[in-house]
């Protein structure tokens, strides 16, 4: 009955998580057109969140990089540890959220459960190769988004330098629907896995499945909260992303937009989480800089840059504490 009830549990703070996710990181998708007026905030919120339902229906790949490379066994992992590391990764996210500063959902998730584990069934339960998969993944990601970003743009700039500025943002920004579009379909294909991997863990875990193997009631369910967090949205960070990186026109909205799709799809495909947030910011910083280094406001990248390196080590702690506080409640 305990086990029951703990499956449960983490089945209901994997939703919340994917919740929070959706409201977090729906500036990720939206952020960019919506700075650029190419879309109303209404329309662009709710778009959003059909394309990030949409796209965590179509794979299940990277959920099983993350049920399965995090530790050597599921049998290692019980109910207690994965509630304690979505408690830890649903703090930080909520804290970073309402200070208004980007952070990946992705790194606070990693963090939560490996601080959990840790505190738990020791270091040696960690699967060493697969967390360095993840987190390069997460590290190389952000800078293929500066680089590719700034290529994109380049390209751009090369194309159309025979047409007036304002014809190239009116075609822009209609483009950018298109764009915004392909990102959010690519946000929803990574970010809503992550916690239909963590489900699936638990399932294994405890019993009640015998493989990696995503059910369907768990891609509709995890789906559908992502969804539903993306249609209340996220303000402040919409604000910092969208115009305290690099005040943007249309035509930077639509370069960002399509290189971040491009990265984050790239990702999926190979089965490697990414940090959508990661990824945007990494396209604004490298659009930006096509246009002028100094016209990136590089001050609050560096805060963003700082509040990324502190999301890993933060939410262990978090996910090693609530693992104690949880056990002495519980036992």
């Known amino acids: 009955m305990l086990d029951t009830s703990l499956i449960v549990m983490v089945v209901i703070l994997a939703l919340v998580f994917d919740f929070i996710n959706g409201f977090h990181d729906t500036a990720n998708a939206i952020a960019t057109c919506v700075s650029t007026r190419a879309i109303r905030p ?13 796209g965590a229906m179509i794979s299940t790949g990277v959920a099983k990089t993350i049920g399965g490379d995090i530790v050597i066994s599921p049998t290692l992992v019980n109910e207690m540890i994965i ?14 959220w309402w200070v208004g500063m980007p952070s990946s959902s992705s790194h606070a998730l990693i963090g939560g459960m490996i601080g959990a584990i840790i505190v738990s069934a020791g270091v040696a339960a960690l699967n060493g190769w697969g967390i360095l998969k993840i987190v390069l993944s997460l590290i190389i990601s952000p800078v293929s988004a500066i680089i590719t ?24 920004n209609r483009l950018q629907v298109v ?12 970010d809503a896995q992550k916690s239909m991997g963590i489900i699936t863990l638990a399932l294994v875990s405890g019993g009640f499945i015998n493989s990696l193997e995503v059910p369907d009631l768990v891609k509709f369910l995890c789906a559908l909260s992502m969804a539903l967090g993306t249609s209340v ?9 969208g115009g305290k990186i690099f005040k943007m ?44 280094v ?17 999301t890993i080590p933060c939410t262990a702690v978090m996910g090693a504490l609530s693992y104690v506080i949880l056990t002495q409640v519980f036992f």
Do not use: E, Y
Request: net charge positive; with cysteine; hydrophobic share 55%.
């Open 42 to 54: 209404g329309v662009a919120i709710v778009g959003t969140a059909i394309l990030n339902f949409l």
């Open 83 to 96: 509630i304690a590391g979505l408690v830890g990764a649903i703090i930080w996210n909520l804290l970073t």
């Open 149 to 172: 970003g700034f290529i994109i743009m380049k390209i751009i700039f090369a194309v159309c330098h025979s047409f007036k500025p304002a014809k190239v943002n009116l075609a822009a």
């Open 179 to 190: 764009s915004a579009a392909l990102m959010a379909f690519s946000h929803g294909s990574n």
């Open 233 to 241: 949205g996220g303000w402040k960070i919409i604000r910092t992303v």
């Open 249 to 292: 026109h249309p035509v930077h909205g639509f370069a960002a937009d399509l290189n971040s799709a491009v990265v984050i799809f790239s990702a999926t495909l190979l089965h490697l989480p990414v940090s959508t947030t990661h990824v945007v910011s990494g396209s604004i910083m490298g659009v930006g800089s096509a246009q002028r």
């Open 294 to 310: 100094k016209a990136v406001h590089w001050s609050v990248a560096r805060q963003m840059v700082t509040a990324w390196v502190m």
